[in-house]
């Protein structure tokens, strides 16, 4: 119970920074970052659609910016379509996964590869999600062991029984 409140008050604190750096004058990154703070922490309290909500609202002030890297706005792609396919809408999941293919961080190029495994898993692909799982930890670099971990138990389940 005491970190459920902690919880609580983490949102609180995210969510008044976030409204006072939108009044005041903040460089549009630093707003986008208290968004998706407010956004994590709302998933982390399971309140999914209020994370929906932030990202999506950091995403249109991303999408507003002139000068916004395009890794910044894949990353908030990228938990769009997790946070669409924990909702089981998987046409929203694959559209977002489908607008990252120009990402050239391979950090986030792993990431859609491998919820794009679990795209094809959720939908019965084996095959198409053995491939990206594959595929995502080629992509991933060597010194990211805890994300490679994720992926090998992915591809592991996929691959079943020897």
């Given at each position: 119970m005491r970190a459920r409140g902690q919880?609580?008050?983490a949102r609180q604190a995210a969510t008044g920074a976030s409204t006072w750096a939108n009044a005041a004058s903040v460089p549009l990154a630093e707003k986008v970052k208290a968004m998706e703070v407010v956004a994590r922490l709302d998933f982390l309290a399971d309140d999914a659609e209020s994370a929906r909500t932030h990202y999506q609202?950091?995403?249109e002030m991303l999408s507003s910016g002139e000068h916004t890297p395009s890794e910044d706005i894949a990353e908030v792609q990228n938990n769009l379509a997790v946070l669409a396919m924990l909702r089981g809408d998987y046409d929203s999941a694959k559209k977002f996964l489908d607008q990252l293919t120009l990402v050239s961080d391979p950090h986030l190029q792993a990431d859609r590869l491998n919820n794009l495994g679990v795209l094809a898993e959720q939908r019965g692909n084996l095959q198409q999600a053995h491939s990206?799982?594959?595929q995502a930890l080629g992509a991933l670099p060597r010194n990211l062991h805890h994300q490679r971990?994720?992926?090998e138990?992915?591809?592991a389940r996929v691959e079943?029984?020897?």
């Open positions: 919880l609580t008050e609202t950091a995403l990206f799982y594959a971990e994720i992926i138990v992915n591809l079943g029984p020897h």
